[in-house]
């Protein structure tokens, strides 16, 4: 596993070993992907007419997510633009705390980003500089309700678990890290 910047010293992924991008580049690419939403919209069906969302059908879900990602990444590429005070307000507003009940910086807060029914998570290392872990289409209420989503808050709690094994607290930590890969 390493850690990789993605934009400025605010927004990091991690890639996992083997891996060939980063979780950033590889969420933003499966959901621009037509053959991959097909097969994800036609696994999870039923939550697409679950109501919570609304009543979709695949071609809509898949049009959708299209514009969807596409607003998303522009929404994140529009801030790495912008100066680094800047991009430091920009990502706490991006990024919300995954749950209600916040964790001790410390701890490293778990944190998501979204629009609509996509969602980056990421671990908040200290205001305003955050470490993305993955991501995932949710179209249930929560996360526990299927594998897919399940497995993002495995993959956040593995990546809190490497900063800490890696000595990280704070942001310079994460670079002389990153510097060391």
Known sequence: MKIIPIFGKNLFAIQHT????DEF???FELWQDPEFLEEFFEKHKIDLIN???GDWTIEEAIIETFEYAQDFENKLLELSRQSEENQLKGLDEIFKPLSDTPTPIFQFEKS???VNWLRLYAIKIENNIYVITGGAIKLTKTMQERHHTNEELEKIE???RYLIDEGIVDVDGLIEV???Q
């Open 51 to 53: 109501n919570y969302w």
């Open 25 to 27: 580049a590889k969420m």
């Open 18 to 21: 083997g891996e060939t991008q």
């Open 112 to 114: 998501k980003a979204r």
């Open 178 to 180: 990153i510097e060391n």
């Open 158 to 160: 593995k990546g809190r």
